[in-house]
């Protein structure tokens, strides 16, 4: 079975901090894995996704992540945060559309 | 904004009482899927629902269950609510049905049980 780990629950950075969120995945096929994020009370909106290709992949909002298969991680980065960026962040990991497994989520602050 | 749409945004129901939870689907997707998200967790699959059909089930009880209509617009049904089924219900559509495929989500509607 497929799963996804967040390590971190929450995250404090400075405003024009960077930023690493990090996602683990075990996933006995090829990964196709989702970055979102949640503000409270709402959906989620797709920062980015891995499929095929190119290990580093560009989002929305300035967001990054890299792909790592050796180590199973796919984790997000941003040089710079914005106070706009406090959100809640969650990493997927699909075996059929819509079909996502989850990770708990990672909560960032974001200090002034 | 995707154009997923669920309704209602709120509700809130006493326990043993039954609830539907909506959705509409994205113009072109025949695809809609149902998570739960409780409270500091991810979302969890439910359910998904392909032209009408059940396509896949999370690990939740018989009470929960689902329907697709033509239009691709789905809804949701929980019988005998419990205290924890109180969280917020995700609904997510997409075309065509595969792994590669994004699924775009709605803002979901919260539901409490009292």
């Known amino acids: 079975a497929q799963s996804v780990t967040q390590p971190d629950i929450h995250i404090t950075v400075s405003e024009g901090a960077s930023l690493e969120l990090r996602c683990n995945y075990s996933?006995?096929?090829?990964?196709?894995l989702f970055w979102y994020v949640q503000s409270p009370g709402q959906g989620l909106q797709l920062l980015l996704k891995?499929?095929?290709?190119?290990?580093l992949v560009q989002g929305i909002k300035g967001f990054e992540a890299e792909f790592k298969r050796s180590q199973s991680s796919f984790n997000l980065r941003k040089p710079s945060v914005h106070w706009s960026d406090a959100a809640e962040y969650f990493c997927?990991?699909?075996?059929?559309?819509?079909?996502?497994?989850f990770g708990d989520g990672t909560t960032l602050t974001v200090k002034p | 904004e995707t154009g997923v749409t669920q309704s209602p945004t709120h509700l809130i129901k006493t326990r043993g009482q039954q609830v539907t939870l909506r959705c509409s689907s994205q113009?072109?997707?025949?695809?809609v899927s149902w998570y739960q998200q409780a409270l500091g967790q991810g979302p969890q699959f439910i359910f998904q629902?392909?032209?009408?059909?059940?396509?896949g089930r999370g690990n939740f009880p018989p009470r929960f269950s689902g329907l697709q209509f033509p239009n691709y617009s789905s809804e949701l049904n929980v019988n005998a609510l419990e205290l924890d089924d109180s969280a917020l219900y995700l609904c997510?559509?997409?075309?065509?049905?595969?792994?590669?495929?994004?699924?775009?989500f709605g803002q979901g509607t919260r539901l409490t049980v009292v």
């Open positions: 997510a559509s997409s075309y065509p049905t595969s792994a590669s495929t994004e699924a775009f």
């Open positions: 996933y006995g096929a090829t990964p196709y």
């Open positions: 891995y499929f095929s290709g190119d290990t």
């Open positions: 997927a990991l699909n075996t059929n559309a819509g079909k996502s497994t």
């Open positions: 113009s072109g997707h025949n695809t």
């Open positions: 629902y392909y032209r009408e059909e059940e396509n």
